[in-house]
């Protein structure tokens, strides 16, 4: 895995695709789940519920790897993202709204954002230790 995404990488992952984040469970065997996330400032942000298995996962044991891949055009690219994850404060429902118009479009993430609540949600933050792609 290489320590700096490529403009490529990067260009990929500015899309709106739905990642899976693997986190480790206590007893060491890995967790994945589908996520939603947002590439900002350098970082992976994913919004998880506090009861989630992945936020226990996490505050206990930060390695995570994320997987973002197009599995509808061929020849199917994918970026794995290998990193650690620090957990934050659920972020404001203009954050929210925008991740919700990033992967649903203006209308339809607009309805979304509006009905539904944040709940006790966390943001996990994903600092990219390495990369890998094609």
Not at 15 to 25: E, F, M, T
């Amino acid at each position: 895995m290489a320590d700096v995404m490529t403009d490529r990488q990067r260009r990929f992952v500015e899309q709106p695709r739905i990642a899976v984040l693997a986190s480790v469970r206590a007893d060491g065997s890995p967790h994945t789940s589908p996520v939603w996330f947002r590439y900002e400032d350098g970082v992976f942000k994913v919004l998880v519920d506090r009861a989630s298995q992945k936020h226990r996962n996490i505050a206990r044991d930060s390695r995570v790897e994320l997987c973002i891949d197009d599995r509808e055009r061929p020849p199917f690219h994918t970026v794995i993202v290998r990193g650690r994850a620090s957990l934050r404060p659920a972020p404001d429902a203009a954050w929210r709204r925008a991740i919700a118009l990033h992967y649903l479009g203006e209308d339809l993430g607009r309805r979304y954002a509006e009905s539904t609540p944040a709940g006790d949600a966390v943001l996990v933050v994903i600092t990219p230790e390495q990369f890998a792609g094609w």
